[in-house]
């Protein structure tokens, strides 16, 4: 079943054209990953379906509805954003940037009930932050303060998390603690998980299906078997790259070359 379903989709800042006529689809339940080189409009294009940009041209159904059709309360209750920069050094807490996940699910002017205060504190455990709820946000290393935006994310109770670049400044420790976590919420929940993602390692071990941008145009979009070859990726990365495959999980993994 198709959750997303774009077509013809443009858009443009002023007469710079950032995407060009995209048609893809996006299934009920997918890890789908979306990559490209530095400029491929990437960031752009997560925007866009997530209601945060309106397309210049095209359609975006959601659920079989146009996108444009669902209020911001409505959107928020179904999709999470989770943005590149993630949650900056603000003066507030752990528990509470996290509980304000909880937001659209809040009737005007009240505060959380048991129930929301039990989702936060059942996510802050999971992501071992429990012991952290009461420290300023300010005072957290750059992966802690990303765990808490995916957190936040997490609170809101989405039926899609879209996530930009989610293990950017991470190092490997803290990229497979987000990653291992998102893909646990996908498999218990069954919520749809959208990802713009460099490391082409990273998309191979958690994705299904991949969508690789250029230049604002489709190369190439499928199951992730069919879409990571060395072959195109050289020749889009501009890049000379050799496929292995992880000797443990059989995922197509890419070496560079070298000289």
């Given amino acids: 079943m198709n959750l997303y379903k774009i077509q013809d989709l443009n858009q443009h800042y002023g007469e710079l054209a950032v995407l060009q006529d995209l048609s893809f689809t996006i299934g009920q339940g997918d890890m789908f990953g979306i990559i490209g080189p530095n400029g491929s409009g990437k960031s752009t294009l997560i925007s866009t379906i997530s209601g945060i940009l309106p397309p210049t041209s095209g359609s975006i159904l959601l659920n079989g509805r146009p996108l444009s059709s669902y209020s911001a309360k409505e959107l928020a209750l179904q999709i999470a954003v989770l943005e590149q920069d993630g949650t900056p050094a603000l003066p507030f807490t752990v528990e509470q940037v996290v509980s304000m996940g909880r937001f659209p699910w809040l009737k005007p002017f009240s505060d959380l009930g048991p129930q929301d205060k039990a989702v936060v504190e ?61 893909r646990q919420w996908h498999v218990e929940l069954g919520i749809t998980i959208i990802m713009v993602l460099h490391d082409l390692n990273i998309t191979g071990q958690y994705c299904d299906y991949v969508l690789l941008l250029d230049q604002g145009k489709i190369v190439t979009w499928g199951k992730k078997d069919e879409v990571m070859s060395a072959e195109v990726l050289t020749q889009v990365y501009k890049a000379d790259l050799v496929q292995v495959h992880h000797p443990k999980l059989g995922v197509p993994q890419f070496l560079l070359s070298g000289k």
Avoid: C, F
């Fill in 122 to 182: 059942n996510i802050l455990r999971k992501l071992n932050l429990w012991t952290k709820r009461s420290q300023k946000i300010s005072t957290l290393s750059g992966g802690q303060r990303q765990l808490v935006s995916l957190a936040r994310a997490m609170a809101q109770e989405p039926q899609v998390l879209i996530l930009d670049e989610p293990t950017t400044y991470l190092d490997i420790g803290h990229q497979l603690l987000v990653m291992d976590h998102v």
